[in-house]
């Protein structure tokens, strides 16, 4: 395991990784980072900087994220549920996620790497996953796929995780991911108060984190960041 540490959005070090990696496959070939976290950790941040960053140095566009919110179930799937109050209280759960849809895009990626492949994203405001709004082409060499559970180590996650070439961690304090997190609910609707968002937060983000350190497989990177991503 490695230890990257970053520092005011320092990131070259990632960069090189990406580039290394992607000059190691052949034509045909794709390759996978998946980039894990407890939530509020900044891996979308991250992940996007770095995708940014070696599509800038190579001069074209061989690098994608793909996150892991896009497979969030709608919630038209989450009132059908068993105990549909609690599916929409725990939304971001990993029972919350259609982790066998994500499997298969991910076999699809990795596989399929001579046509167009289109995959969800979400949608912050309408709190649903919109279909085939990320366009992966044959030119894109290598995938961010980026989110609290592509590292767990049971059903269809630790299979996801299987498929990846490195595994990146992001760390960050508890006290950061918390102002994070309450800020986030607030911003995107989610809470209408400090109060509810901080009891949001609690219940559900602190208990995604302990399943998220308790059950994930040793990544081959740590990024540990201090910085206000």
Known sequence: ???????????ATLVERVIKLQES???????????????????????????????????????AVLGQD???????QLKIMEDPEEAFDRRGAPFTFNSELLLKLTNEIKRN???VIYAPSFDHKDKD???????????????????????????????????????WLVAVD????VDRLIKRHLEAGICSSIVDSKRRVENNDLKNAQYVVSHSIT???????????
């Open 70 to 76: 896009g497979f969030h179930y709608y919630r038209s």
């Open 219 to 229: 990544p081959d990177i740590v990024i540990r960041t201090s910085v206000n991503l």
């Open 174 to 177: 508890l006290d950061v991911i």
């Open 1 to 11: 395991m490695t230890f990257v540490e970053i520092k005011d959005y320092e990131i």
């Open 113 to 115: 790497t001579y046509e």
């Open 129 to 167: 996953p919109i279909e085939n709004s990320i366009e992966i082409t044959p030119e894109i060499r290598v995938i961010l796929l980026e989110g609290n559970y592509v590292h767990l180590n049971e059903g269809n996650w630790r299979e996801i995780c299987s498929l990846s070439d490195e595994r």
């Open 25 to 63: 496959r052949s034509a045909n070939e794709r390759a996978i980072i998946t980039i894990a976290g407890v939530p509020g950790s900044g891996k979308s941040t991250i992940s996007q900087k770095v995708c940014s960053e070696v599509n800038k140095r190579i001069g074209r566009k061989t690098v």
